[in-house]
T-cell receptor
Framework: LAKTTQPISMDSYEGQEVNITCSHNNIATNDYITWYQQFPSQGPRFIIQ???TKVTNEVASLFIPADRKSSTLSLPRVSLSDTAVYYCLALGGGGNKLTFGTGTQLKVEL | NAGVTQTPKFQVLKTGQSMTLQCAQD?????MYWYRQDPGMGLRLIYYSASEGTTDKGEVPNGYNVSRLNKREFSLRLESAAPSQTSVYFC????????FGEGSWLTVV
């Protein structure tokens, strides 16, 4: 599993767009970049996954440059309910020992 | 459409007592995991099972044992609970992505 590096925390205000960048320099060819969201007292839940370029769903967008050494999770117009920890993983066929980094604590204020 | 189910949700143990956390998934996944999460901290991998009949140590296996009873079930056992094992425990299974249970809150007094 490729090591990932994210900012420890970010602050934002309601209505703003938030971009969280994850670095994964040693990503393997078969790895997908996957993002999870965790609210207090809950297990992480899947947000979005991509291999390259751009992926968008009803919750977020994921931007992955051609070299795939980093990715950016974009949350449009955040609200208070988006306050959570966000984890980035490079998930693929390279092994089953799944370890999570510290994640990014996003705090959204009024 | 249960996904990953963990029991119990809450448990209080006395130091030295033993208990087993149960986990079951209904998605026919091969890989299953146990994590612990202490307050304000990230997820730490305790043990994992890549397939039925196999288990491997994660980052923090000391004080725990696991059993992959069948493809559906993966249990975590604390043989002699210690206060340092007070934590929230999450079970997960892996398909195209990872699915987590709702967590088991364990307090050791």
């Amino acid at each position: 599993l490729a090591k990932t590096t994210q900012p420890i925390s970010m602050d934002s205000y309601e209505g703003q767009e938030v971009n969280i960048t994850c670095s994964h320099n040693n990503i393997a060819t078969n790895d997908y970049i996957t993002w999870y969201q965790q609210f207090p007292s809950q297990g992480p839940r899947f947000i979005i996954q991509g291999y390259k370029t751009k992926v968008t769903n009803e919750v977020a967008s994921l931007f992955i440059p051609a070299d795939r050494k980093s990715s950016t999770l974009s949350l449009p117009r955040v609200s208070l309910s988006d306050t959570a920890v966000y984890y980035c993983l490079a998930l693929g066929g390279g092994g089953n020992k799944l370890t999570f980094g510290t994640g990014t604590q996003l705090k959204v204020e009024l | 459409n249960a996904g990953v189910t963990q029991t119990p949700k809450f448990q209080v143990l006395k130091t030295g007592q033993s208990m087993t956390l149960q986990c079951a998934q209904d998605m026919n996944h091969n890989s299953m995991y146990w994590y612990r999460q202490d307050p304000g901290m990230g997820l730490r991998l305790i043990y994992y099972s890549a397939s039925e009949g196999t288990t491997d140590k994660g980052e923090v296996p000391n004080g725990y044992n696991v059993s992959r009873l069948n493809k559906r079930e993966f249990s975590l056992r604390l043989e002699s609970a210690a206060p340092s094992q007070t934590s929230v425990y999450f079970c997960a299974s892996r398909g195209n992505t990872i699915y987590f249970g709702e967590g088991s809150w364990l307090t050791v007094v």
